[in-house]
C-alpha cells in the first residue's frame, strides 16, 4: 500500500487544513497554501475535504505506485503524465501498481497537489499532518520528501458521503479587509495599496509572500508591541514594503498590520507566481 | 478599557492599554483563560500577547458587538485567582555553553559567578509566547545584565541556548539562526507538547545553576513548583 519517490518534488511536504491548539504556543497553523484547491481534490476522492495531500511548489517529483489505487492531481493546468500519457488535473485517474507518475513544471500558478483515495499515512504534530519544516514536525518525518522515500496510503474501507467541495479558480484581484493598525496608516498608503498593480518576490515561500512595487510610508512609530498575527496579513516593515504572512509564518508580529486578505481569496493569492501583475481592492467600498 | 479592532471576517484584535507591565499581563491572561473555554461559541482560537489578544471566530455565529460582551465578562471573572505555576529550568553556565561569556562579563563589568547570581535569582514572568514554537517572551531581567544583541548574528544557535538581548533573556527552543548573547544552556526540552510539561503565558520561570556533570543526564525535565 504505498508510493515509491524516484524523484524528489521541489518542496513535497504533506499538508491537511493545518492546526489552531498552538498559537498560543507560538507553533503555526500550516496547512495547505491552497485549501480550496486540496479540498477539491479530495472531494473528489470522496475523502474528508482536510485530507492529508502532497503539496509540491511547481516542480512535482516522480513516483511509481506499489498498490492499485485511484488519485487526483490538483493544479489549475495539465502538468501531469501516467506512464508518459498525459493526463487531466483535478480528474479521477485509476493507477495500476507499477505505473510511474511524472510532472512537468508549472506554468500559471505556484503549487502542484496530489491526492489519493483514502490520504496518506502522516504524522500528527499538534492535532494535524500538516508538515511543519522548521522544527521538523508533522508529516512525513517532519521534513520534505527526497528520492526513495515510500509513502504509505490509508485504506478507504469505510469510505462515506462526503459532498463535493466548490471548484477553485485562480484570480488576478484580492479582496482587503482593515486588520488591527489600520487607522495608523495615511489615506494616502491605504490608497497606495489598491491603487496599483503589485508583483511578487522572487524570494516568497510557505512563511510569506514579499510584494513588490508597493512602497507605504509606514505608521509613525513604525513598530508595534508584539501581537498575534493571521496568515493572509499585510505587515508594513520599517522598508515600507508589504510582507504577506502566509500558511508557515509566525504567530506573534512586530510590524504594523494594514489588511488582511480575504479568507475567500487567500487560496487563489498563495497561487501567485513572480513577473505577474495583480490588484488589491478593499471590501465593502471601505471609505479610508 | 479595552479596544476591539477589527482583524478581517473571522477574528479581531482586543487591545488594553498600559503596554508591558505585569499589570496589563494580568488582564490578558484573565480574559485569555475566558476565551479558551469558548470553543463551543464558535472561538476557534486566542493568541495571547503582551497587552493584546488576537481572537478567531466563526462569523456565523460571532461578531465584534458579541466579541466586546464577552471581553466584558471575562474581565468580571474570577480566572485572575489562579496563581502563576513557578517551573525550575536547569541551566549549566560552564565555559563550553556560555559562548558570550567574555564579552559578556566585558559588557557588564561583572564577574561570572555574579552574573550566574544575578540571571538565577529572579522569578521571571512569561508574558508570551511567540516568534517560533516554545520561545518564550520573558520579563524581569535584572537591569546589570542589561546587554545589547551581538552585532553579527550567528546562524546557528543550538537548540536550549540560554541568551539575553537588551531587557530580554530567553531559552532558543530548537536550533535557529540568531544573535543573542549566549551565557548557557539547558537540556530540558522546551518545543511545545501536547503531552507532558510544556510552558504557557503567565507561568513563572527559574533558572537553577547545574553542573556540566547534571547537564548531561538524560531525560531532563521542568520542575514544577505550584504556589
Redesign the interface.
Known sequence: MSIAVLKAPMHGTFQDFGR?????????ICGAMDKKLAAFINSLLGNTHNEVVLEQAVIGGEFEFRVKTQIVIGAYENCAFLNNDNINSCEIIQAEKGDVLKFKPLKTHRFVYLAVAGGFEAEQF??SRST?L??NSGGFKGRALKRGDELMIKSQKDKKYHSIAERPTLKAKFKL????E??HFTKVDKAALVANTFEIENDSNRMGFRLKNIELKGTASGNI??????P?TLQVPPSGKPIVLMADG???GGYP?IA?I??DDLSAFAQLLPNEKHQFYWANDYNY | MFQI???????V?I?FPG??NPKTHRTVKKV?QYFQKQATNGI???????????V?YLHQKVNPDLISEMTAEALLSNYDQIPARILKIPVCYADKHALDKIDFMQATQLNWDDIVQLHTQPQYLVY????????M?LGGLNHKLKVSRKSVPRLKVAKGSVGIANEQTGVYP?E?PGGWQIIGRTAVDL??Q?KGI????GDSIQFVPVTEKQFTKPNQTIKIVQP
Open positions: 489552531l491548539i498552538g498559537v498560543a504556543q507560538g507553533v503555526p499538534f492535532g511543519y522548521f522544527t479587509h482593515p486588520a488591527p489600520f487607522e508591541i508584539s501581537s498575534g498575527v493571521l493572509g509566525p504567530c506573534t498590520r488582511i480575504d479568507n | 479592532k477589527p482583524y478581517g471576517p473571522n477574528a484584535l487591545s503596554g508591558i485569555y476557534t482560537a486566542v493568541i495571547p500577547a503582551y497587552d493584546s489578544l488576537t478567531m508570551m509566547m511567540g516568534f517560533v514554537p516554545g520561545f517572551y530548537f535557529i518545543m511545545p501536547l510544556a510552558v504557557e503565558m
